[in-house]
């Protein structure tokens, strides 16, 4: 075989793709390098077959034109895509192509890959929360702006490049940072500075611009500039001085002492703390909190501190004099200007604890003589009977004679007075071992230990009574009392403490009937008390009958946004002796088919009164007065539940009753009380703290609320002891959910300063006086005018 022209040989050597195409695209001719390349490419093949559409359409119109023509195609190599840059040229004497195929995919996955970067940069500097550009050195020209940065200086992110810095800022701004530029060209170093410029709405705003120098080979050629607005931190900045201005403030201007330490050592402290404490603030600064705590309280102290914890406790601490002060401390941890700190607020609590221990003396002590109230007595002379301390004793029940009278002639503060003087004798005439209790009203029970003989009795009975009878001093003048004495010996007239009492109450009974003045001791056959009773019980029984009780009625007046509610006053118009109230005929005497009718009267009356204000439109809540009607709670809960059958009540219903019908059995309390919840009855407790209620029983019985009572709310406001525990009381209320009525208000300061400590109501002669229902009509007419 003949070796091939030289031309082919050539041809076939060419080191890029060649081949031969005609007009319509038929491949005429290939060479090595394009079989290789592209096995589809042989003879006789046509293009643009496997072409996109586009480049297809684009090849067709250049092989028509028959001229020279360059035309970048993508194709698949060795299955996948690749980019060839097509060189024809038209050889008119053949009338084909001559064309090469140059494989420029590197070049074209570079550039896809160029733009894909940044493409990336350009979302992300659009997307961070900060102005960026570059400039070009020598005229300062932009070359890249993130819109951020375009828009701030009103331009688009086309618009603003090739414009100089000044053209972008303005040329005062540009003079004013050309200091910093020229540091920048000269030193080839990054620049930071802070302006303050105004918003679009006018507010200034503050930046933070960073000039960080583009160096190539030690050669400066451009800048980048960093924009980030800071307004939000230089308005926390200035938030956090006027917070620390106001603390500074407050800590001056408050009552409470304060004081910061960081690890136990004071840093800071107020005027109140150096007040409390005696000590200048350069005395404190500087010294560990724990020295000016009092040793038996520095573990607590220290450990609360240590844990961080927030929490309040009581302590004491030690002042400049030695003094100690009961404090409560309240801490608090948290930063300060970038440092942990601790502050504590320092309470002084003497007078709270001194309001308490008041508090707590009241809950177990008449407030009037300081003697152990009736629950106290009780609670004593039981735990001395069930110990086996007192195998033998005497009970004195004792009841001053015509007591009544005192109050009537020289008034309720005169009769005050007396009471205390024949409590302080009645103390100083006994032994240290025997014990000594108001019972309520002018009634005292002593309990004489180890007393076996009447002999003995009598004696001391003897030395008692002259103690008594001794002329009393009294807003000057000279008045004289006399006991009525009830003695019943222990074991012979009884075991238990009701018992005794009883029997020495009887007793005492039967030496008023003798003559008063008189001591008389229990008897088995003895049947006085029970003659009186029955009479007593006739009279009222008559007195009902001829329609001699009536209701007065006297408003209780809102403090607040409550509502005016009456309360009804059950008065007893003897045709000797006047108004009476049930404390003045039904006196010394607890035995409950005495009061029953009473009680029963007055619901019913109560009820009629509901009724015919409720014709006239919305009717105030009546309170029913039953607090010298010393009927148990039980009992006057099922009293309640028959007469509400009888007769349903028009309108809201409460009782005020006295802490009499609150002793007893507490489960038996609260049946009771649940029952007088079904009917819509609620129940507040009257002169809270004088009766012989625990204050305890506040919390577990659900009354609705309490009444401060003549003794509390005489002396106020001036008398600050009384004012104390008032607040006190009023504070302990509130804590309990419970509503305050404050009674016997006569003047106005006195309305005021309970208004200001919390109390919600007030009655008394400062308000409006017990009015017959006509009269109320009358003052409730007014009072809408």
């Not at 009456?566 to 002796?577: N, S």
């Not at 409006?768 to 007014?782: D, G, K, N, V």
């Amino acid at each position: 075989m003949p070796p091939p022209p030289a031309s082919d040989t050539a041809w076939e050597a060419l080191p890029l793709p060649a081949l031969l195409l005609d007009v319509r695209g038929v491949v005429q001719r290939v060479n090595q390098a394009t079989r290789a390349l592209l096995p589809a490419f042989v003879e006789g093949s046509s293009w643009p077959a496997g072409l996109d559409a586009a480049p297809a359409t684009l090849l067709r119109m250049r092989l028509a034109a028959q001229r020279d023509f360059v035309l970048e195609l993508q194709l698949r190599s060795a299955g996948t895509p690749a980019w060839f840059e097509l060189s024809a040229r038209w050889l008119p004497d053949a009338q084909r192509f001559s064309c090469v195929l140059r494989d420029c995919t590197v070049e074209r996955l570079a550039e896809r890959e160029a733009r894909a970067e940044t493409q990336r940069f350009a979302l992300l500097a659009d997307s961070v929360p900060a102005l960026i550009a570059y400039y070009e050195a020598g005229r300062l020209t932009c070359a890249y702006a993130n819109k951020q940065y375009a828009r701030a200086f009103g331009f688009e992110p086309e618009s603003i490049i090739g414009r100089t810095f000044a053209e972008v800022i303005g040329a005062e701004a540009a003079a004013e940072i050309q200091p910093r530029v020229d540091r920048l060209l000269s030193h080839h170093e990054t620049a930071s500075y802070e302006r303050q410029t105004a918003g679009a709405d006018g507010a200034p705003r503050w930046i933070e611009v960073t000039l960080v120098p583009h160096l190539d080979g030690g050669q400066l050629v451009g800048a980048f500039v960093l924009i980030s607005d800071i307004t939000h931190h230089r308005r926390i900045e200035a938030a956090l001085r006027e917070s620390e201005d106001r603390l500074s403030k407050f800590m001056d201007a408050s009552l409470e002492g304060i004081v910061f330490h960081r690890d136990g050592v004071v840093t800071d402290v107020n005027g109140a703390l150096v007040d409390l404490l005696g000590y200048r603030p350069e005395q404190l600064i500087g010294r560990h909190v724990l020295e000016f705590v009092a040793p038996e309280h520095r573990a607590r102290a220290q450990a609360v501190m240590s844990s961080a914890s927030d929490q309040r406790y009581d302590l004491a601490v030690v002042a400049a004099d030695g003094q100690r002060i009961a404090i409560e401390s309240i801490g608090r941890t948290f930063t300060r200007r970038g440092e942990k700190l601790r502050m504590a607020i320092v309470r002084d609590i003497r007078d709270r604890l001194q309001a308490q221990q008041r508090i707590e003396f009241l809950a177990h002590h008449d407030p009037l003589t300081g003697l152990p109230n009736r629950a106290h007595f009780m609670g004593q002379l039981a735990a001395r009977l069930s110990a086996g301390t007192a195998a033998y004793a005497a009970l004195l029940f004792i009841d001053l004679d015509h007591f009544k009278r005192i109050n009537d002639s020289l008034g309720h503060l005169a009769g005050d007075q007396a009471l205390q003087a024949v409590a302080q004798r009645i103390v100083q005439s006994v032994r240290p071992i025997d014990l000594v209790g108001r019972f309520g009203g002018d009634e005292f029970l002593v309990l004489l230990a180890d007393v076996a003989d009447r002999r003995v009795a009598q004696e001391l009975v003897q030395r008692l009574t002259q103690a008594v009878e001794a002329p009393l001093s009294v807003q000057g003048q000279q008045i004289a009392t006399s006991p009525s004495i009830g003695v019943a010996m222990m074991p012979a007239d009884g075991r238990l403490p009701a018992e005794l009492i009883k029997n020495a109450d009887a007793a005492m009974y039967a030496a008023k009937a003798r003559g008063r003045g008189t001591c008389c001791f229990f008897e088995p056959g003895m049947a006085v008390q029970a003659q009186t009773v029955l009479a007593l019980d006739d009279q009222i029984g008559a007195a009902l009958q001829r329609g001699e009780f009536s209701l007065l009625l006297q408003p209780r007046v809102p403090l607040g946004g409550s509502s005016l509610q009456v309360q009804a006053l059950p008065r007893w118009q003897h045709p000797e002796r006047g108004w009476l109230a049930p404390q003045q005929f039904v006196d010394a005497t607890h035995e409950r088919r005495l009061t029953q009718p009473l009680v029963r009267w007055a619901l019913h009356e109560a009820i009629k009164a509901q009724r015919g204000w409720a014709a006239t439109g919305v009717p105030p809540e009546v309170v029913l007065d039953l607090s010298g009607l010393p009927l148990p709670l039980p009992a006057l809960a099922r009293l309640a539940a028959q007469v509400c059958r009888e007769s349903p009540p028009g309108g809201a219903l409460s009782l005020d009753v006295g802490a009499s019908a609150l002793v007893g059995d507490e489960p038996a309390l609260r049946a009771a009380l649940a029952e007088l919840a079904q009917l819509g009855i609620a129940v507040a407790i009257d002169d809270l703290g004088r009766g012989a209620m625990a204050l305890a029983q506040l919390r577990a019985l659900p009354v609705r609320g309490v009444n401060l009572g003549h003794d509390f709310v005489a002396a106020l406001p001036a008398d600050g002891a009384a004012a104390t525990i008032a607040a006190a009381l009023v504070r302990m209320a509130q804590g309990l959910r419970l509503e305050v009525t404050a009674k016997g208000v006569e003047s106005l300061a006195q309305r005021r300063w309970l208004a200001d400590v919390g109390c919600g109501r007030v009655q008394g002669p400062g308000v409006a006086p017990p009015m017959p229902a006509p009269a109320f009509a009358q003052w409730l007419r007014e009072q809408s005018a």
